[in-house]
């Protein structure tokens, strides 16, 4: 069962082969042989899956009929989830028991999905390979001394291992993307906007976006069907309709002009990675594709101005928490100063409170125009070298990662080295773009992924183009062979 699409799933569901029940069982059988090695949960809503499972048969039993009923899905635990702890990754919310579900959730939930439980991530969406975690590390399927990226690892690993068929995670700065690239997946990040983000956890809130981690396009356009649209109590997300996804899939490319980014094929990309992207883009050619050369002169500042805008925004989202209203309590605090510092001191990790100090520093008075400012300004560049890439092609591709998935323990001790996974990614997420991830290959035994840019509320274009790609290709159906 862990084998077969989401419409394979729904298509045996609907014939009776075998009943959301059993499915779920199944599922949470493998969570319970496999999870010790991979950690990629945080929770394990077994009961909730159970029961959200009887109902989705008894919908079923009813008449009801969508793609999604009866499906099980994983959560990023950055969601809150009413009743079920929201850790965020991090001992500050260890102990966090959401009164609400996030709009993700509910949508999920109101189409049938089942929730299986949280998954890990970097600590409060931190991170570049699931290691600032409290909960400890994740575990790559596809070797378990490498990381499975960040900082929607837990996800990554869960779809990768068949453990759940579809995963939410969030994008700060390539948070879906990249760790879909490192275990094999097709991973969405939507345009800003496009998936309501209330009730997720705030990291960066000019750039936070919820998305899909799923194992093909086609999966990803039937669940990013059930969670796209307008969202009143999300003043962010756009009043515009959603788009029929699963109904633009399979058109075929010609008339399709796709861009290659020639500055992300420079220094600092694995030679090997950078040839497999070489032979995606030869075959979306041979598909039908027009390729074309285009620039982002400015994308080599995108880490830098991310580094000051995610943290600087960061550093006021986590301002809230101070062990009163939100957060660990430190004991016995002998007055209020004490409790703040310390039940910070302790409820944060090294990452997050390394971001918290570069925000509180480039905001402060004196630095602000210095750093804030001018990253703002740059910002701006970025957006505009998309816009005009954008007159000429429909979409932009180049890798998603510059390298595979790294051994755990590495770029540990060194923060810049880290932050530099996201060079190809970040961008996107500056400018507000859709984006997506797909398998494209293996280097050195470890999935390599093929990174497709879209204009704004352009996910039906990347889908339907990866879904092509997907059809015209077997790497997307690859298993990490411990996990078969
Ligand atoms: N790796 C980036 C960071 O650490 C992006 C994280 C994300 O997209 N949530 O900030």
Not at 199 to 209: E, I, N, R
Not at 305 to 315: D, F, I, M, Q, R
Request: proline residues 5%; aromatic residues 8%.
């Amino acid at each position: 069962m862990h084998t077969l699409s989401v419409s394979a799933l729904g298509n045996a569901l609907r014939r009776k082969e075998f009943s959301s029940v059993e499915l779920t069982t199944h599922f949470l059988d493998r969570v319970a042989a496999y999870d010790t090695t991979l950690n990629s949960f945080i929770t394990v809503t077994g009961d909730i899956a159970l029961a959200d499972a009887a109902r989705a048969d008894e919908r079923r039993r009813a008449g009801e009929d969508n793609p999604l009923l009866g499906i099980p899905i994983a959560h990023k635990d950055i969601f809150c989830t009413r009743g079920v702890r929201t850790s965020c990754g991090s001992r500050m919310l260890d102990t966090f028991i959401a009164p609400y579900d996030a709009t993700v959730v509910d949508r999920f939930r109101a189409n049938g999905t089942v929730m299986l439980g949280k998954t890990n991530m970097d600590e409060f969406a931190m991170g570049s390979s699931n290691q600032t975690s409290w909960y400890g590390p994740v575990r790559n399927p596809w070797d378990a001394d490498r990381v499975p990226g960040g900082s929607s690892g837990g996800s990554a690993a869960a779809v990768a291992a068949g453990l759940a068929p579809i995963a939410t995670g969030t994008e700060t700065g390539g948070s879906i993307r990249q760790p879909a690239a490192l275990t094999g997946l097709t991973g969405l990040k939507p345009t800003y906007g496009r998936v309501s983000r209330f009730g997720m956890v705030a990291f960066a809130s000019s750039l936070d976006q919820a998305g899909i981690l799923a194992r093909s396009a086609e999966d990803v356009a039937l669940s990013l069907g059930a969670i796209a649209g307008h969202d009143p109590a999300d003043s962010t997300s756009v009043d515009r309709p959603a788009d029929d996804y699963p109904g633009a899939l399979g058109s075929d490319l010609s008339g399709v002009r796709i861009g290659v980014v020639k500055e992300q094929f420079g220094e600092g990309l694995d030679p090997v990675v950078g040839k497999l992207v070489e032979e995606a883009i030869d075959d979306l050619e041979r598909l039908g594709a027009t390729i074309l050369d285009v620039s982002l002169p400015n994308s080599a500042l995108s880490i830098p101005v991310y580094y000051v805008v995610a943290p600087a925004e960061a550093s006021s989202n986590l301002s809230r928490y101070e062990g009163v209203r939100f957060g660990h309590r430190a004991a016995h605090p002998v007055d209020m100063e004490d409790l703040y510092k310390r039940s910070r001191s302790e409820g944060f990790g090294d990452e997050v409170k390394r971001r918290i100090m570069i925000g509180t520093y480039v905001l402060s008075a004196g630095y602000y125009d210095a750093y804030y400012l001018k990253a703002q300004q740059v910002r701006r560049l970025i957006c505009a070298d998309f816009a005009r890439a954008f007159d000429q092609v429909d979409l932009i591709v180049g890798p998603t990662s510059p390298f595979t998935a790294f051994p755990i323990g590495e770029k540990l001790d060194d923060p810049v080295a880290m932050y530099l996974c996201d060079i190809y990614t970040s961008g996107i997420n500056l400018a507000g773009l859709p984006a997506l991830s797909a398998p494209a290959g293996f280097a050195r035994g470890l999935p390599v992924g093929l990174h497709l840019m879209g204009n704004h509320f352009r996910e039906d274009l990347l889908l339907s183009v990866a879904h092509r790609y997907q059809q015209a290709t077997d790497w997307h159906t690859r298993r990490p062979a411990r996990f078969t």
